[in-house]
Structure formats: structure tokens, C-alpha cells
């Protein structure tokens, strides 16, 4: 079956830690994306990459990083310069054909104690 | 700037109907998604409208404005797992998604 895969689900850390969210998708789809999702806000762009080794920032791309060294996956890595890292972290992918529709991971939650 | 604009919370009654307005002030339209989403799960999507108009799918369906700027998405015969968040996204002249907050729907028996 094609998907979407994240993990792990939950993760726990501490401050001042980097911590790496994982991303892989077996759809071919050349463009992926790393969102947040904070109670009562809209999902916000972190980073999007619209083919291998290439990426861009978002709208809130301080204080994290991305790779995208294969076609199937573009892990995130949270940095200890992130001031609030505590969210739900969703990736989703697409095709590179204009307008095309999203496919989301199942996201993971990221708490930093 | 760019917003999306939709209702916090909506409840709606077990095998009624329900509308879920969306409005959006963005730079340039390619399109408006509506995607659903369970409590701690992934979006998922709904459908998609670029031409004004209504889109049927099933027991969903659609609407688009664009002159206006608006957008509802219709629940027919409404079923408990039709309850969740409906997020409303709007895709900018850069094909960049604008996401609003989400309306959570609760149904209620």
C-alpha cells in the first residue's frame, strides 16, 4: 500500500536536546513538506522541498533543519534553538504538478519537558 | 496579509445537515481544499474547488465563490464519525497552502 509514514508517534525530550522526526513516503511524489499544528492556529509551513537536495524555508523555518537526500524521505530535526518545540509535526507529500493535492503522514507528537 | 476565516466550533444533530462556512483574503487563488481531520490524526482530503460553483461527492459537497471570497462545505444525513475538525486551505499565487484554524464539528445523538 502507498503512504505516508511518520515516526515514532510520540516522542519525549528534553530541553536543550535536537531531536529528528522521520519522514518517508512510497507515493513517487517529487514535492514533500513539514508542517506544525498548534491548539486553535492554522497548520504552518516549516520547510517544503520540491525535489532531491533542494529545499526551502517556510514560514517558521528558525530554530529547525531538513535533508532530503532520497526521493522518499525528508526527515525534520528540531534544534535546541527552537524556542517553543512543543506541537504536532505533520508531513505531507504531493506531485509537482500545480495545485495538487496534499497526502498527510499520521504526524508526530513532540513534547519537550 | 493573508487569512482564512472559519467558525471555532459547530454542533449539529445525528442525520441533519451542517455547513461549514470558509472565508479568505490571500494572495492570488489556485484553488480552495477542504480537508477533515480526527482528533490526533493526519488531514485528510475532501475535496477541491478553483472553478465557482458546487462539487458533489457523496454525502459532501462543496461551494465556491470566488468573487466573494467564500467557500462552505455541506454534511448531509450527518453520522457520529463525521465528527472532527474540517480545516478550510487556500492556495496562494506562490501554490503555497494558507490553512485557517479549523471548525470542530460536534455531533451530537
Known amino acids: 500500500d502507498g503512504g505516508i509514514t511518520q515516526s515514532p508517534k510520540y516522542l519525549f525530550r528534553k530541553e536543550g536536546q535536537n531531536v529528528t522526526l522521520s519522514c518517508e513516503q512510497n507515493l513517487n511524489h517529487d514535492a514533500m513538506y513539514w508542517y506544525r499544528q498548534d491548539p486553535g492556529q492554522g497548520l504552518r509551513l516549516i520547510y517544503y522541498s520540491q525535489i532531491v537536495n533542494d529545499f526551502q524555508k517556510g514560514d517558521i523555518a528558525e530554530g529547525y533543519s531538513v535533508s532530503r537526500e532520497k526521493k522518499e524521505s525528508f526527515p525534520l530535526t528540531v534544534t535546541s534553538a527552537q524556542k517553543n518545540p512543543t506541537a504536532f509535526y505533520l508531513c505531507a507529500s504531493s506531485t509537482n504538478q500545480e495545485a495538487d493535492t496534499q497526502y498527510f503522514g499520521p504526524g508526530t507528537r513532540l513534547t519537550v519537558l | 496579509g493573508q487569512n482564512i476565516d472559519q467558525p471555532t466550533e459547530m454542533t449539529a444533530t445525528e442525520g441533519a445537515i451542517v455547513q461549514i462556512n470558509c472565508t479568505y483574503q490571500t494572495s492570488g487563488f489556485n484553488g480552495l481544499f477542504w480537508y477533515q481531520q480526527h482528533a490526533g490524526e493526519a488531514p485528510t482530503f475532501l475535496s477541491y474547488?478553483?472553478l465557482d460553483g458546487l462539487e458533489e461527492k457523496g454525502r459532501f459537497s462543496s461551494f465556491l465563490s470566488r468573487s466573494k471570497g467564500y467557500s462552505y462545505l455541506l454534511l448531509k444525513e450527518l453520522q457520529m464519525k463525521d465528527s472532527a475538525s474540517y480545516l478550510c486551505a487556500v492556495m496562494d499565487s506562490n501554490y503555497q497552502l494558507i490553512w485557517g484554524a479549523g471548525t470542530k464539528l460536534i455531533i451530537k445523538p
Open positions: 474547488n478553483v
